[in-house]
């Protein structure tokens, strides 16, 4: 079974930093490395909204157009965890952030999991 555990979230003023954690295990058969990561957003009233995609070896990232130069997606495979960085926060960045876990096997079946979530509010 693979469990994906999300942290960092909080309160913080317009032009502050944040830094999501997710934290990944599973009780066998998982391999890190092969999971391709995303952190996926939703707030109040509006559709989900994907945020950072970093590929399974982390060599190529990809970002909404609305947060793209202010945060970054990175990962520690060593020590299964995904990270994302938010700087220079803004309101409309208030959401509950969840993470959220790719892989595909050899026949193309893809097999997704999602962590609880953590809210971010960005307010003065």
């Known amino acids: 079974q693979v469990q994906l555990v999300e942290s960092g979230g909080g309160l913080v003023q317009p032009g502050g930093s944040l830094r999501l954690s997710c934290a990944v295990s599973?009780?066998?058969?998982?391999?890190?490395?092969?999971?391709?990561m995303r952190w996926y957003r939703q707030a109040p009233g509006k559709e989900r909204e994907l945020v950072a995609v970093?590929?399974?070896?982390?060599?190529?990232?990809n970002y909404a157009d609305s947060v793209k130069g202010r945060f970054l997606i990175y990962r520690d495979n060593r020590k299964n965890t995904v990270y994302l960085q938010m700087n220079s926060l803004k309101p409309e960045d208030t959401a509950v952030y969840h993470c959220?876990?790719?892989?595909?096997?050899?026949?193309?079946?893809?097999?997704?999991?999602w962590g609880q979530g953590t809210q971010v509010t960005v307010s003065s």
């Open positions: 959220n876990a790719l892989r595909s096997d050899s026949r193309g079946n893809d097999y997704r999991y």
């Open positions: 599973a009780v066998s058969g998982f391999t890190f490395s092969n999971y391709v």
């Open positions: 970093i590929t399974d070896i982390g060599g190529r990232t």
